[in-house]
C-alpha cells in the first residue's frame, strides 16, 4: 500500500466506495514511511443539499503510489537512542480494564530490532496527530478485533495489523481496489466469503472482514511456521514469499524474514508492526499518549428484515448518522437492502432503543427506488426529472466517468416515501485493474541488520505485476 494518489486515477475511482468522513483530508499512513515529502489533499465531499447531506464521497487515498526500493533511502534518523525498548508494567493479578493492557498482556510475536524499527518508530513518534486520529478510529472496533484473535489463540500484535493496513479507516481504498481495515482485494475477499454487490461489500464489514483476515492470516501462518514470514505473504502473496524461499534453500542461503530477497514494502512491513508493538507495549518511552480505550465492547448487533434508508436507521438508533455509518461500512448505498435477515452494528448501549423504534414505526422506512433506464433516457434527464445533479447520480450509483450508461442500466433514485420499495439484487460496480509497465523492480534482501539490492525481472503479463498495495489481498 503505497502513501500518495495518482491524481487521474482518484477520479476516475471516485464513486466506486461510499466513503465515511472518518479520514482526515491529506492523512498520511505509515505504509509509506519512506515519503517525506507532504502529501495531496483529500477529495472534497459532495453531497445534495435537497436530499439532505448525504456524505458519499472519493476516499481520502493515502495508498495509491506503490513504494519504489529508492525510496528506502530517504529514512529518518531515529528519535530515540537505538537502545532497548522498554515494556510498560502491567498488573497480571486482575483483568485489565485498559484494552491496551489486555493487549500488551497478549503479546506473543518474537520481536525484531532492527534500524528499520527504529525509522518506523521515529515515523510515529514525529505525527502524534496520526496517531490520536488512529486510535480513535480503532476504539469503535479493536476491543471486538482482540476478542476474535484471542479466540482463535492468536498473538495479540495481530489486532494491531489495522494500523499499518488502513490507519483503522473501514472505507480505506488502494488503487488496487484493496478495501476496509483488513484490505482485501476483491478476488480474495470473494476467496474468504466477503460478499460484493452493489449494496454491499463485505470488505469494509468489519465483523466479516476481521473474520477473513485472521482466517487468512491463520492458514499463512501454519503454511509459514512463523509471525514475520506469514505477515510478509499477507503484504506480498504467499506465492511470492514460498519463492523467495524456495530461491534461497537452493542457494544454501537462510530462509528467515531478513535473509529473503522482497519488495521494499514487504521489507518494511513487519518492521513497522514492531514500531506499532513497541509504542504499544511503552508509549512514554517515545513521547507518545495513547488514549485509553475500555476492555468493553464498543457495538453489539441487531437485525431487521426490512428495507431501510441509512439515515432511518441511524435515527431509530438514537445515532448520529456519521457514528452509524462508520459502524457499518460494508453498506454502500443511503439505502439498506435487507436480504433475508440483515444484520447492522450500534453502540452496546442503543440496541433495545433500535428495536423499540423499529417495532413501533408506522412510516415508511425507504425513499430510493431501483428505475431501469428506457430506450432514449439519459442520466441527464433522470437527474432532472428526480431534482437531482448528474454529479450526485453517478457518486451514489458508483458510475464511474467512463462506465457507458443506456437503455436497461438500473440506477438507484430518489422516491416519493410512500413507494413501495423496489431493490433488486444487483452485482458489484465494474472495476479495471491496473497494469504495471514493464520494467524491472528491484528487491531488497535484509541480512544482518543491511540492505542489499538484488533484481528481479518481471513485466505486465502476469496478474500478480498489477500496481498493488497488497497483490495478494
Given at each position: 500500500?503505497?502513501?500518495?494518489?495518482?491524481?487521474?486515477?482518484?477520479?476516475a475511482?471516485?464513486?466506486?466506495?461510499?466513503?465515511?468522513?472518518?479520514?482526515?483530508?491529506?492523512?498520511?499512513?505509515?505504509?509509506?514511511?519512506?515519503?517525506?515529502?507532504?502529501?495531496?489533499?483529500?477529495?472534497?465531499?459532495?453531497?445534495?443539499t435537497?436530499?439532505?447531506?448525504?456524505?458519499?464521497?472519493?476516499?481520502?487515498?493515502?495508498?495509491?503510489?506503490?513504494?519504489?526500493?529508492e525510496?528506502?533511502?530517504?529514512?529518518?534518523?531515529?528519535?530515540?537512542?537505538?537502545?532497548?525498548?522498554?515494556r510498560?508494567?502491567?498488573?497480571?493479578?486482575?483483568?485489565?480494564?485498559?484494552?491496551w493492557?489486555?493487549?500488551?498482556?497478549?503479546?506473543?510475536?518474537?520481536?525484531?530490532?532492527?534500524?528499520?524499527?527504529?525509522?518506523?518508530?521515529?515515523?510515529?513518534?514525529?505525527?502524534?496527530?496520526?496517531?490520536?486520529?488512529?486510535?480513535?478510529r480503532?476504539?469503535?472496533?479493536?476491543?471486538?478485533?482482540?476478542?476474535?484473535?484471542?479466540?482463535r489463540?492468536?498473538?495479540?500484535?495481530?489486532?494491531?495489523?489495522?494500523?499499518?493496513?488502513?490507519?483503522?479507516?473501514p472505507?480505506?481504498?488502494?488503487?488496487?481496489?484493496a478495501?476496509?481495515?483488513?484490505?482485501?482485494?476483491?478476488?480474495?475477499?470473494?476467496?474468504?466469503?466477503l460478499?460484493?454487490?452493489?449494496?454491499?461489500?463485505?470488505?469494509?464489514?468489519?465483523?466479516?472482514?476481521?473474520?477473513?483476515?485472521?482466517?487468512?492470516?491463520?492458514?499463512?501462518?501454519?503454511?509459514?511456521?512463523?509471525?514475520?514470514?506469514?505477515?510478509?505473504?499477507?503484504n506480498?502473496?504467499?506465492?511470492?514469499?514460498?519463492?523467495?524461499?524456495?530461491?534461497?534453500?537452493?542457494?544454501?542461503?537462510?530462509?528467515?524474514?531478513?535473509?529473503?530477497?522482497?519488495?521494499?514494502?514487504?521489507?518494511?512491513?513487519?518492521?513497522?508492526?514492531?514500531?506499532?508493538?513497541?509504542?504499544?507495549?511503552?508509549?512514554?518511552?517515545?513521547?507518545?499518549?495513547?488514549?485509553?480505550?475500555?476492555?468493553?465492547?464498543?457495538?453489539?448487533?441487531?437485525?431487521?428484515?426490512?428495507h431501510?434508508d441509512?439515515?432511518?436507521a441511524?435515527?431509530?438508533?438514537?445515532t448520529?448518522?456519521?457514528?452509524?455509518?462508520?459502524l457499518?461500512?460494508?453498506?454502500?448505498?443511503?439505502?439498506?437492502?435487507a436480504?433475508?435477515?440483515?444484520?447492522?452494528?450500534?453502540?452496546?448501549?442503543?440496541?433495545?432503543?433500535?428495536?423499540?423504534?423499529?417495532?413501533?414505526?408506522?412510516?415508511?422506512?425507504?425513499?430510493?427506488?431501483?428505475?431501469?433506464?428506457?430506450?432514449?433516457?439519459?442520466?441527464?434527464?433522470?437527474?432532472?426529472?428526480?431534482?437531482?445533479?448528474?454529479?450526485?447520480?453517478r457518486?451514489?450509483?458508483s458510475?464511474?466517468?467512463?462506465?457507458?450508461?443506456?437503455?436497461?442500466?438500473?440506477?438507484?433514485?430518489?422516491?416519493?416515501?410512500?413507494?413501495?420499495?423496489?431493490?433488486?439484487d444487483?452485482?458489484?460496480?465494474?472495476?479495471?485493474?491496473?497494469?504495471?509497465?514493464?520494467?524491472?523492480?528491484?528487491h531488497?534482501?535484509?541480512?544482518?541488520?543491511?540492505?542489499k539490492?538484488?533484481?528481479?525481472?518481471?513485466?505486465?503479463?502476469?496478474?500478480?505485476?498489477?500496481?498493488?498495495?497488497?497483490?495478494?489481498?
Open positions: 500500500m503505497a502513501h500518495y494518489r495518482i491524481a487521474q486515477l482518484v477520479v475511482l471516485a464513486c466506486t466506495v461510499l466513503a465515511l468522513p472518518v479520514l482526515a483530508a491529506g492523512e498520511e499512513t505509515p505504509l509509506a514511511v519512506a515519503q517525506l515529502a507532504a502529501p495531496a489533499s483529500a477529495p472534497s465531499t459532495t453531497a445534495e435537497g436530499l439532505g447531506a448525504w456524505p458519499v464521497a472519493a476516499p481520502a487515498r493515502p495508498f495509491d503510489r506503490a513504494l519504489n526500493p525510496d528506502m533511502q530517504g529514512a529518518q534518523t531515529p528519535a530515540t537512542d537505538g537502545g532497548t525498548h522498554l510498560a508494567t502491567v498488573d497480571l493479578t486482575s483483568p485489565p480494564t485498559s484494552l493492557d489486555r493487549i500488551r498482556q497478549g503479546f506473543g510475536v518474537s520481536d525484531m530490532s532492527t534500524p528499520l524499527v527504529q525509522q518506523q518508530i521515529n515515523w510515529f513518534a514525529n505525527r502524534p496527530d496520526f496517531i490520536k486520529r488512529t486510535v480513535e480503532s476504539s469503535r472496533y479493536l476491543y471486538h478485533i482482540v476478542e476474535e484473535v484471542q479466540k489463540g492468536m498473538p495479540t500484535e495481530i489486532a494491531l495489523l489495522p494500523v499499518i493496513e488502513s490507519a483503522f479507516n472505507v480505506a481504498y488502494s488503487r488496487a481496489h478495501s476496509g481495515i483488513w484490505q482485501f482485494i476483491p478476488s480474495t475477499g470473494k476467496l474468504y466469503g460478499q460484493q454487490n452493489f449494496w454491499y461489500d463485505g470488505r469494509r464489514d468489519v465483523m466479516a472482514a476481521t473474520s477473513a483476515a485472521l482466517d487468512y492470516l491463520q492458514k499463512l501462518y501454519d503454511m509459514f511456521g512463523s509471525w514475520d514470514l506469514a505477515l510478509a505473504a499477507y506480498w502473496g504467499e506465492g511470492a514469499v514460498s519463492r523467495a524461499i524456495a530461491r534461497n534453500t537452493a542457494r544454501g542461503l537462510p530462509t528467515d524474514y531478513q535473509s529473503l530477497a522482497m519488495p521494499a514494502e514487504t521489507r518494511y512491513y513487519f518492521p513497522r508492526l514492531q514500531a506499532v508493538k513497541d509504542i504499544v507495549a511503552n508509549p512514554a518511552q517515545y513521547g507518545i499518549t495513547l488514549d485509553e480505550i475500555p476492555n468493553r465492547p464498543y457495538f453489539t448487533t441487531v437485525t431487521t428484515s426490512r431501510i441509512m439515515r432511518v441511524a435515527r431509530m438508533a438514537d448520529p448518522l456519521e457514528e452509524f455509518m462508520s457499518n461500512p460494508g453498506y454502500s448505498r443511503p439505502v439498506i437492502r436480504d433475508g435477515e440483515q444484520t447492522l452494528l450500534v453502540p452496546m448501549e442503543k440496541a433495545d432503543t433500535f428495536r423499540a423504534n423499529l417495532a413501533s414505526n408506522d412510516q415508511p422506512l425507504v425513499s430510493w427506488q431501483a428505475y431501469q433506464l428506457k430506450s432514449g433516457e439519459t442520466l441527464d434527464k433522470i437527474a432532472a426529472r428526480h431534482n437531482v445533479t448528474v454529479a450526485y447520480l457518486q451514489i450509483n458510475i464511474t466517468p467512463k462506465r457507458k450508461i443506456g437503455a436497461g442500466t438500473t440506477v438507484l433514485v430518489p422516491t416519493a416515501a410512500s413507494a413501495t420499495p423496489n431493490l433488486p444487483m452485482p458489484a460496480p465494474p472495476i479495471t485493474m491496473v497494469r504495471a509497465p514493464k520494467k524491472a523492480i528491484k531488497v534482501r535484509g541480512t544482518a541488520g543491511k540492505q539490492s538484488a533484481l528481479h525481472r518481471t513485466t505486465a503479463s502476469a496478474p500478480r505485476k498489477i500496481i498493488v498495495a497488497h497483490s495478494s489481498r
